[in-house]
């Protein structure tokens, strides 16, 4: 079983859908969750960084940790074209420890 | 200015061979890694080294070898290369080891 689940997709949206990305994990030692996005022959960038339990929104983006269901989401409202990317989860039991990373998620957001 | 660069960003090679990659890093960060993603776009570290000293060592056959010569950069070196090294591998960086990393854009080899 990998540590980090989360569902390859792909997934395939109209543009302006709220977007719901998921990932599962079960190491409950884990304290910091992030959201990477790449975009396609690119290297991953940081999208969103929380903490334990909570949600954290920037602009059209907002992340969710449930430490109790090992459970986080990014939602992503209002998607447009230019969030069409592979979506990946990431979490580590420090904040200098190694990163586990999820599978990703295939975004495509039509016109 | 690149952030994190690596070179080359496209390798094709025949089994048996043995190539290197390079990669640099001008945020001043202390902390570098080689990640390896396979086709399925799965993510998984390689090594990791702060200030030129090796600190994660995954399971990673020992044709593998990383130096550090110095903290902005980090190579790998791999030797008899076979089919199943195919994958695109990245070099990030991050300052003391924190979460946010910054990826190069990948070297994608492929072992014919």
């Known amino acids: 079983q990998k540590e980090v689940e989360q569902d390859p997709g792909p997934l395939s949206v109209p543009e302006g859908a709220i977007v719901s990305l998921n990932c599962t994990y079960s190491?409950?030692?884990?304290?910091?969750f992030m959201w990477y996005r790449q975009y396609s022959r690119k290297g991953p960038e940081l999208l969103m960084y929380?903490?334990?339990?909570g949600n954290k929104e920037d602009g059209r983006f907002t992340a969710q940790v449930d430490k109790s269901s090992k459970y986080i989401s990014l939602f992503i409202r209002d998607s447009q074209p230019s969030d069409s990317a592979t979506y990946l989860c990431?979490?580590?039991?420090?904040?200098?420890?190694?990163?586990?990373f999820g599978e990703g998620t295939q975004l495509t957001v039509n016109p | 200015d690149t952030a994190v660069s690596q070179t080359p960003k496209y390798l094709v090679t025949q089994m048996g061979n043995d190539k290197s990659i390079k990669c640099e890093q001008n945020?001043?960060?202390?902390?570098m890694y080689w990640y390896k993603q396979d086709s399925k776009k799965f993510l998984k570290i390689m090594f990791s080294?702060?200030?030129?000293?090796?600190?994660i060592n995954e399971t990673v056959p020992n044709r593998f070898s990383p130096k550090s010569p110095d903290k902005a950069h980090l190579n790998l070196h791999i030797n008899s290369l076979e089919l199943g090294d195919s994958a695109v591998y990245f070099c990030?960086?991050?300052?003391?080891?924190?979460?946010?990393?910054?990826f190069g854009e990948g070297s994608r080899l492929t072992v014919l």
């Open positions: 945020l001043g960060h202390d902390t």
């Open positions: 990431a979490m580590s039991e420090t904040s200098g420890s190694r990163l586990t």
């Open positions: 929380t903490y334990s339990s």
């Open positions: 080294y702060n200030n030129k000293e090796l600190i």
């Open positions: 990030a960086s991050s300052q003391g080891g924190t979460g946010e990393l910054f």
């Open positions: 190491n409950s030692a884990f304290q910091y």
